[in-house]
C-alpha cells in the first residue's frame, strides 16, 4: 500500500473489530511512508472521523480538505453535491504536485454521508491520479458503507497465537509463566486491546504464575474496553435480538468467530419471547415486519436466512453485559422458541440449563447424560459446552470434577487444548454448597444409567483428570508434564479401570519416545514402577546403546528408528477406554513387543508385532482405527515399509470416516515415515503437508512439530535452503519449548543435509557432532544413527578426505601444499569420531530393518577408507544399492561421492559415467540442488549435462571458475571453498581473481548479485 508511492495512486478500506489494531495498522503505514528511501520523501496526512460533528454535512470533508492544506475559498458548499468530489480531486492533486502523498484517515465511517460520498467518489479516481494513496479505516462491527462500494478492502485479521504469545510476553516484560501466557492467548481470542487489557490487570506475581493457577476469563469491564459505546444507543427491541444471537452463538464450532451463525426466525421468535419477559415492557412483540424488511442491529450481519456478529468480540460483550437474570432469560427463550420449532435435542436441553441458575443437580444429571450420548448428533464443541454447564450446576464435587473433565475432553477432540487445560485445572477448585459433599444422594434415585460416586470413585475421577491432562499436553505442551500426569493416572486407575490405566501407560511412553528418553519408555511400558527400569540409557552396559548378539537385537539400531517417533502409545481415535475384545487384546501385546525390542530382547518382540500388523487386516469398528495405527507402528518398528503403508492408510481411512480428528494426524504422520524410508520423498511432503494441516486445524502442536521436521528433511532433498530453514525452524521453536527431542534430532539433520547439497560439510559436520557423539547431548535415541552417513560424509569433505588419500594436481597443474586441505585443526578428532559411529552403524545395519543401510554403510566405509580400498568399496555400495531395489536418492548420493573420487584421481571417463548416472537419479527423485552438485561436478570433469546452466557471463567462466563462483556467493571462505574442493586456498585465489576479471565485478557482494540474478 505505500510502497512505491511515485507510480500510481490508489486507495483502500481497513477494517477490523474493535480493538483489532485499525489505528496501529494505519500508524506504521504512515512510518513506512515517511521511512522509504524515495525522491523527493512522501508527505503523510494524518485525520480522523469525528463523532460530535458528524450530523452536520461535509463536516468531515472540510477537516480533511484542512488538513490537506486547501484554500478556504475552495471548500465546498453542502449546497452544491456535485463539487464535493471535484474539490478533493483538486486539492489531492495539489498536495502530491511536488512529491507523493499518503492519507490515512482513521475511522472513516464516523464522517457524514456526504463526505462519505465525496471520498468514495474521489479514491475511485485516484489510480489515474498521480502518486496518492488513500486509507480509510472504518469499524469492523458493521457493514462497509455503500459509499465505499467498489474499493479493496483489507481486513486486519486477529493476532495468531504464536503473535500473541509474543505480545504477552513484550507487555509483561518477559516475565510471564508460560500456562498463564496461554490462558490470557486462549481468552483474548486474537484481539490484541483486550489481550494488554488483561495482562495490565494482573500483577507481576499473577503473571509470574503465583497464587491462582490461572488469569479469570475477560468480564463485561474488560470486554467493554476494546467497545467502547458501540452497544449503548440500541433501541430495546434490538437489545433484545442481540442479547438472544449473542446466548445462542455462547456455544458456537466455527473456527472464525466471524463465521458463526443462528437461523433469524428462530432468533427473531426468542427476542420476541424475552421482549414479553423483560419487567417494564408492555409485553407486545416488537417484531412485526418480515425478517428481510426488519432493521437489524449494525453489529449483526444477515446472510441466507441466518445472522450473527461482524465481530466476536462484540458478541461476547454483549453476552458479559447483560445482568446474569437477563441471559437466562435469553436462554429460557432460546430453549422455547426451539421447542417451539420442534426441535428436542442436545441444543434445547443446555438452553434450558443455561436458563436456571447454580446449583441445580437433577438439571445437570439429565444434561450430562444427554452430552454423553453417542446416538445424539452433536459436534464436540456443543457436547463439551453441555458437560462444562452440567459440572457448573453439580451438587458434590466428584460429580463437578467428573464434568468438567469431560468437556475437557470434548474440548481436547474439538482442537482447542487452553480450554481443555482450564476446565481441567477447575475441576477441584470451586467446592460444592453448603452441605454437599462428594456422598451426597443422587436426586434421581435409583438411576441404573448413571450409579452414583462412591468413596472410589474419587480416585478414578481424579484419574481421569490426568489422564485427559496428559493427553492434552502430548497434543500441544510439555512432554515431561504429560508423562508425569499419564504415570499419575495409570497408578489411580489401576483398580477401577484397568484398560485406561494401560492406555495410560502407553500414552506416558510415547511422551517418553517424544523426549528421546529410552529409559522412561521402559519404565512406562513395564507398569510406571519405581524399581521397573534403571538402567541409564547411554550407559556402556545399556541394551539402548551397546550392540548386542544377533538374537537381542535393540530398538536403537533397528528400523523402528526410522519411524522418529512411532511408539504408538497415545489413545486413537477417542481419549475413552476402548471397550471392542480384540482391542482388549492387542493392547498388551504392543506392550510386550515394543517392550522387548526397547530392552534388546528382539526375538521376543518380534512375535507380538508381526500379530499386531497381521491381526490389522481384520479390523471393522471404529476402534480399528487405533488397532491399524498400531500396526503401522509396528511395520515400522520392523521395517515392513509395505505393511506400514497398508495399515497406515487402512488407519486414515477408518479415521476419516469416524471423524477421528486426533487418529487423522498420526496416520498420516506413518505413511510420512513410510514414504520417507522408502525413497519416496514427494509422496511423504504430501502426506506431511495434510497432517500438518490437520494437526493446527485440532490444536495439535508437538505433532505440528513433528511434521514440520518431516517436511525439512523433505525439503532438503527436493527444495533450497530457505525452505529447509523456515521448516526445520518453526520445528525446532516448538521443540525446545516442549521437550521434543525427536522432532529437534529430524530437524538438525535436515539442516545439516541441506549445508550438504549446498557444498558446506564444516557447518554440516558441526551441526550433526553433537546429535551423533556419545554423551548427554547425543540426539534422539532412535533417530541420531540415521544422521551417521551424512555426519560422515561432511567429516570426510571438512577433513579432506573425500579423496581416501591425497588429491592429485587439480586442472592447474597445481598440488596442494601439505595442510592445505587436510590439516585443519581437530580434523584427527572429528574422523576418529566419524569411524567410532560408522562402527555402531555397522551394527546397526546388519540387523537388516533398513534395506539402504548396508549400502549406505559401505560408502561411509569408503570415504574413510585408504585410497587403494575405497574404489572397491564404493562400487560394492553401489551393487548394494541396485540389489535391494528403491533408494534412487541414496544410490544418486553414492554415485556422486564415486564419482567425485575418481574426478579427482583423473579417471575422468569413469567420473562421468558415475556423474551422469547420479545426475539422472537426483533428478529422477526430484532432488534439485543435488542434481546442480552432479552438474557441476560434471561440467568440471570436462563433460556438458544436459539441464541448467549459467546464464550471461557466467557461461564465459570455466567448470571450476564456474563452481568457485557458486561457492563464493553462498558466503563461503576461500579456506571453505577450498576443504569443500579439496584444493589449496591459493589455487582458489586463483581462479578467484580470474572470475572477478572476466565477470567486471570488484567485490564479493557484486558477485553475489550477478549470480543470483543467473540462478
Not at 535393540?554 to 482391542?583: F, K, N, P, W, Y
Not at 497381521?614 to 503401522?632: P, W, Y
Not at 543435509?753 to 534422539?780: C, F, I, K, N, Y
Request: aromatic share 4%; proline share 7%.
Amino acid at each position: 500500500m505505500t510502497a512505491d508511492t511515485g507510480t500510481g495512486g490508489g486507495a483502500w478500506v481497513v477494517t477490523g473489530e474493535p480493538g483489532g489494531g485499525r489505528t496501529s495498522f494505519l500508524e506504521n503505514a504512515a512510518r513506512a511512508a515517511r521511512a522509504a528511501r524515495s525522491s523527493p520523501a512522501p508527505a503523510v496526512v494524518r485525520v480522523a472521523g469525528d463523532p460530535a460533528a458528524s450530523a452536520a454535512p461535509l463536516s468531515g470533508l472540510r477537516a480533511l480538505l484542512r488538513a490537506l492544506g486547501a484554500p478556504a475559498e475552495g471548500r465546498p458548499d453542502a449546497d452544491a453535491p456535485d463539487a464535493p468530489g471535484a474539490v478533493l480531486l483538486t486539492a489531492l492533486r495539489a498536495a502530491s504536485a511536488e512529491a507523493p502523498l499518503l492519507v490515512c484517515a482513521d475511522d472513516a465511517h464516523l464522517w457524514d454521508a456526504a463526505t462519505r460520498a465525496a471520498v468514495g467518489r474521489a479514491a475511485r479516481r485516484l489510480r489515474a491520479d498521480g502518486p496518492v494513496r488513500v486509507l480509510l479505516s472504518v469499524a469492523g462491527h458493521r457493514a462497509v458503507d455503500a459509499e465505499f462500494a467498489g474499493l479493496p478492502v483489507v481486513r486486519v485479521a486477529p493476532l495468531p497465537p504464536a503473535e500473541a504469545a509474543a505480545l504477552v510476553e513484550e507487555a509483561a516484560g518477559g516475565a510471564v509463566d508460560r500456562a498463564v501466557r496461554d490462558a490470557l492467548v486462549d481468552a483474548a481470542d486474537g484481539n490484541p486491546a483486550l489481550l494488554l487489557a488483561m495482562v495490565r490487570r494482573l500483577s507481576p506475581a499473577r503473571l509470574r504464575g503465583h497464587g491462582a493457577p490461572l488469569p479469570p476469563p475477560a468480564d463485561a469491564e474488560l470486554l467493554g474496553g476494546p467497545v467502547g459505546d458501540l452497544l449503548t444507543r440500541c433501541p430495546p427491541d434490538q437489545e433484545d435480538l442481540l442479547l438472544t444471537v449473542a446466548a445462542a452463538l455462547r456455544d458456537g464450532d466455527a473456527d472464525d468467530p466471524r463465521d458463526a451463525r443462528v437461523d433469524i426466525t428462530l432468533a427473531l421468535r426468542a427476542a420476541e419471547r424475552l421482549a414479553t419477559t423483560t419487567p417494564g415492557r408492555d409485553g407486545t412483540p416488537p417484531h412485526t415486519a418480515p425478517p428481510g424488511r426488519r432493521a437489524l442491529p449494525e453489529a449483526l450481519v444477515l446472510a441466507d436466512g441466518e445472522v450473527g456478529f461482524h465481530s466476536g468480540l462484540l458478541r461476547r460483550a454483549v453476552y458479559a453485559a447483560a445482568r446474569p437474570e437477563r441471559r437466562r432469560a435469553a436462554h429460557r427463550a432460546l430453549a422455547g422458541a426451539l421447542a417451539d420449532a420442534g426441535y428436542a435435542g442436545l441444543p434445547v436441553l443446555l438452553h434450558r440449563a443455561r436458563g436456571t441458575p447454580a446449583p441445580r443437580p437433577a438439571t445437570a444429571l439429565r444434561l450430562a447424560l444427554a452430552a454423553g450420548d453417542p446416538v445424539r448428533a452433536a459436534s464436540p464443541g456443543l457436547r463439551g459446552a453441555a458437560f462444562a454447564r452440567a459440572a457448573e450446576l453439580a451438587g458434590d464435587q466428584v460429580r463437578r470434577a467428573e464434568w468438567c473433565t469431560a468437556a475437557a475432553e470434548q474440548a481436547l477432540l474439538g482442537g482447542r487444548t487452553h480450554r481443555a487445560l482450564r476446565l481441567l485445572d477447575s475441576a477441584f477448585l470451586a467446592p460444592g454448597p453448603p452441605g454437599s459433599g462428594p456422598l451426597d444422594p443422587c436426586p434421581l434415585d435409583p438411576c441404573p444409567d448413571h450409579p452414583c460416586p462412591d468413596g472410589a470413585a474419587a480416585a478414578a475421577v481424579r484419574g481421569r483428570v490426568e489422564y485427559v491432562r496428559g493427553m492434552t499436553l502430548l497434543c500441544d505442551g510439555p512432554v515431561d508434564e504429560a508423562r508425569a500426569s499419564l504415570l499419575l493416572a495409570a497408578r489411580l486407575l489401576a483398580a477401577t479401570d484397568p484398560r485406561q490405566a494401560q492406555n495410560a501407560l502407553l500414552a506416558a511412553s510415547d511422551a517418553a519416545w517424544a523426549a528421546g528418553d529410552a529409559v522412561g519408555c521402559l519404565h512406562a511400558l513395564s507398569g510406571g514402577g519405581e524399581s521397573a527400569v534403571r538402567a541409564d540409557p547411554f550407559a556402556p552396559n545399556s541394551p539402548c546403546a551397546q550392540p548386542v548378539s544377533a538374537g537381542r537385537r535393540t530398538l536403537v539400531r533397528l528400523g523402528g528408528g526410522r519411524t522418529a517417533g512411532i511408539a504408538g502409545a497415545a489413545a486413537g481415535s477417542g481419549l475413552s477406554a476402548h471397550r471392542g475384545e480384540d482391542e482388549g487384546a492387542l493392547l498388551p501385546v504392543y506392550r510386550a513387543g515394543l517392550g522387548a525390542l526397547l530392552e534388546g530382547r528382539f526375538a521376543e518382540a518380534a512375535g507380538p508385532l508381526r500379530r499386531l500388523v497381521s491381526g490389522a487386516d481384520h479390523a471393522r469398528t471404529a476402534d480399528d482405527a487405533e488397532t491399524a495405527l498400531r500396526a503401522a507402528a509396528a511395520a515400522l518398528l520392523l521395517g515392513d515399509l509395505g505393511a506400514a503403508r497398508r495399515t497406515g492408510a487402512r488407519a486414515l481411512t477408518v479415521a476419516r470416516t469416524v471423524g477421528a480428528t486426533t487418529a487423522l494426524a498420526r496416520a498420516r504422520e506413518y505413511l510420512a515415515y513410510a514414504e520417507l524410508r522408502s525413497g519416496r520423498h514427494a509422496l511423504a511432503r504430501t502426506y506431511a503437508e495434510e497432517g500438518l494441516r490437520t494437526a493446527l486445524r485440532t490444536g495439535q502442536g508437538n505433532k505440528a512439530a513433528q511434521y514440520r521436521a518431516v517436511l525439512a528433511l523433505a525439503a532438503s532433498i527436493e527444495s533450497g535452503p530457505d525452505l529447509v530453514a523456515r521448516y526445520a525452524g518453526d520445528a525446532l521453536e516448538t521443540a525446545r519449548q516442549h521437550g521434543l527431542v525427536q522432532a529437534a534430532t529430524m530437524a538438525e539433520w535436515a539442516t545439516a543435509r541441506a549445508d550438504l547439497a549446498r557444498g558446506r560439510p564444516r557447518e554440516a559436520a558441526d551441526r550433526l557432532a553433537p546429535l551423533v557423539r556419545p554423551g548427554t547431548r547425543r540426539g534422539h535415541f532412535a533417530v541420531w544413527m540415521l544422521a551417521v552417513p551424512c555426519f560422515v560424509e561432511a567429516v570426510a569433505a571438512t577433513a579432506g578426505r573425500p579423496l581416501a588419500g591425497p588429491p592429485a594436481a587439480d586442472g592447474t597443474g597445481h598440488v596442494p601444499a601439505a595442510g592445505d586441505a587436510t590439516g585443519t585443526p581437530g580434523a584427527s578428532e572429528a574422523v576418529a569420531v566419524a569411524a567410532a559411529v560408522v562402527e555402531e552403524f555397522a551394527r546397526w545395519a546388519g540387523f537388516g530393518a533398513d534395506p539402504q543401510a548396508p549400502a549406505q554403510l559401505l560408502r561411509c566405509r569408503a570415504l574413510l577408507a585408504p585410497a587403494d580400498r575405497a574404489d572397491a568399496l564404493y562400487r560394492a555400495a553401489v551393487d548394494l544399492h541396485d540389489a535391494t531395489g528403491g533408494g534412487d536418492f541414496e544410490r544418486a548420493r553414492t554415485e556422486l561421492l564415486h564419482g567425485k573420487w575418481l574426478r579427482r584421481r583423473r579417471r575422468l571417463r569413469e567420473a562421468r559415467d558415475r556423474l551422469g548416472a547420479a545426475l539422472v537419479g537426483f533428478e529422477r527423485c526430484g532432488a534439485r540442488v543435488w542434481a546442480d552438485q552432479a552438474r557441476a561436478e560434471l561440467r568440471a570433469g570436462g563433460a556438458a549435462p544436459a539441464g541448467r546452466a549459467g546464464a550471461g557471463a557466467l557461461s564465459a567462466l570455466t567448470p571450476q571458475q564456474l563452481r568457485i563462483a557458486h561457492f563464493v556467493a553462498d558466503g563461503a571462505t576461500n579456506r571453505e571453498v577450498a576443504l569443500t574442493l579439496s584444493v589449496s586456498t591459493r589455487t582458489v585465489d586463483y581462479h578467484l581473481r580470474k572470475v572477478f576479471a572476466a565477470l567486471g565485478v570488484r567485490s564479493r557482494v557484486e558477485l553475489a548479485r550477478l549470480v543470483d540474478r543467473a540462478r
